[in-house]
Nanobody
Framework: QVQLVESGGGLVQAGGSLRLSCAASGGVFSAALMAWYRQAPGKERALVAS??????NYGDSMEGRFTISRDGAKNVVFLQMNNLKAEDTAVYYC????????????????????WGRGTQVTVAS
């Protein structure tokens, strides 16, 4: 069973930086798209950034301080966050559109959406 596992969250002072990582584990996995979302208390989950073979896409007001990158060979996605602000405090979730390899059938399964469990980022003002 393929899972997305995030790491790198924590507590940081305003103006500081954090780098989040997300890796797919648990089997052979091919991701067409990987992304980061975040959800602040009382708010809906929102796109931070996504990356696929055509490039990157950022949510509203995300580009500039946030940079998404990917190690495609390892299905690992990173989110570099600079000049963090108190309003960036949220749970950050890794997301992927991909397919896992079924060794029993010797074939890839259909594409579907995967979510990580999230990592807390807290920015102290």
């Amino acid at each position: 069973q393929v899972q997305l596992v995030e790491s790198g969250g924590g507590l940081v002072q305003a103006g500081g930086s954090l780098r989040l990582s997300c890796a797919a584990s648990g089997g052979v996995f091919s991701a067409a798209l990987m992304a980061w979302y975040r959800q602040a208390p009382g708010k809906e989950r929102a796109l931070v950034a996504s990356i696929d073979n055509s490039g990157t896409n950022y949510g509203d007001s995300m580009e500039g301080r946030f940079t998404i990158s990917r190690d495609g060979a390892k299905n690992v996605v990173f989110l570099q966050m600079n000049n963090l602000k108190a309003e960036d405090t949220a749970v950050y979730y890794c997301n992927a559109i991909g397919r896992s390899y079924d060794s029993g059938f010797a074939a890839y399964q259909q594409y579907r959406e995967y979510w990580g469990r999230g990592t807390q980022v807290t920015v102290a003002s």
